[in-house]
């Protein structure tokens, strides 16, 4: 069996998880198609920055990276390459000033609110 497919397991927890959420989007006022693509785009976001934080953290460990410090000092080379081109000012931008790159908690936590916020914006909640 792939990863992948080890999503759809039919398990009595992830039902719970699904009920439970289904459940609170109903009493929202939303129809079942409605609340199960609020639900899955919810999960999609969490499932991808877990498999994401579990890419890096391998990838760092293969090259025996202890830090995200560690990782930049190791990939500057190729990184000052790619910028040097020009075809990346936005990414640039963020290497340079962005004061948060290894605080994952505060990213994972602001990148759900904007999943959520635009949720509840959507649906008027």
Sequence with gaps: MSRGSALFIVTPSRMA????????????????????AVLRAVTSFVHGAAQTEIALRD????????????????????????????????????ALGASRKDDRAWEFAFGLDCVLDGIAQRLGI
Excluded: I, K, N
């Design 17 to 36: 998880v699904a009920e439970r959420g289904l459940s609170v989007l109903a009493a929202h006022g939303l129809d079942a198609d409605s609340g199960m």
């Design 59 to 94: 990838y760092q460990e293969r090259h025996g990276w202890t830090s995200g410090e560690e990782t930049r000092e190791a990939l500057a080379p190729q990184m000052r390459h790619l910028m040097g081109t020009g075809r990346c000012p936005a990414f640039e931008q963020y």
